[in-house]
T-cell receptor, first 113, second 114 residues
């Protein structure tokens, strides 16, 4: 069965620091990869997605992620975080064989101003 | 921007009672989903629904759970006899198509079973 691992449970940064959140998945076939964000009190929102093509994908709010197939990774990055980026971040994967979106446990990002 | 709406935002029920969680997916979406998130744990897939039938379900989605699309707009999750361990945040989601369509989530219903 597919699984998603997010290595960082809680990340604490100061404003303007750079961010990288790790995500690894286990599935040998073709995958579709997503990062969702959940701001306090709000619903899950799509940050960015990868289906095919350029492995470096850009999303909303200055976020980007790089798909490295050989490492089964899809790490999320942002060069300079803001206080408003404080949220929970979820990596998720689907395979072309099914429709279920499998989530990682999430990473809580706290940004201090 | 159209969004998925869920009601109620918070439901408190006693163990053994039936609850129905309601969702209105985005109108032109074809796939509907329920996920849950127990406090401190990951978001877990429960069930997906397409063309008026369940297309996929997880081990969590046992006989206590059922889903229904009673009319053209609502998508409900019923838990027949709630248990303490059913306490969680339940998220409804919808998407235009299958695995390469992003899911749009509702704000969730927090279910508390006492």
């Amino acid at each position: 069965a597919q699984s998603v691992s997010q290595h960082n449970h809680h990340v604490i940064l100061s404003e303007a620091a750079s961010l990288e959140l790790g995500c690894n998945y286990s599935y040998g076939g073709t995958v579709n990869l997503f990062w969702y964000v959940q701001y306090p009190g709000q619903h899950l929102q799509l940050l960015l997605k990868y289906f095919s093509g350029d492995p470096l994908v850009k999303g909303i709010k200055g976020f980007e992620a790089e798909f490295i197939k050989s490492k089964f990774s899809f790490n999320l990055r942002k060069p300079s975080v803001q206080w408003s980026d404080t949220a929970e971040y979820f990596c998720a994967v689907t395979t072309q064989a099914g429709t279920a979106l499998i989530f990682g446990k999430g990473t809580t990002l706290s940004v201090s101003s | 921007e159209p969004e998925v709406t869920q009601t109620p935002s918070h439901q408190v029920t006693q163990m053994g009672q039936e609850v129905i969680l309601r969702c209105v997916p985005i109108s032109n979406h074809l796939y509907f989903y329920w996920y849950r998130q127990i406090l401190g744990q990951k978001v877990e897939f429960l069930v997906s629904f397409y063309n008026n039938e369940i297309s996929e379900k997880s081990e969590i989605f046992d006989d206590q759970f059922s889903v229904e699309r009673p009319d053209g707009s609502n998508f409900t999750l019923k838990i027949r006899s709630t248990k303490l361990e059913d306490s969680a945040m339940y998220f409804c989601a919808s998407s235009e198509g299958a695995s390469n369509s992003p899911l749009h989530f509702g704000n969730g219903t927090r279910l508390t079973v006492t």
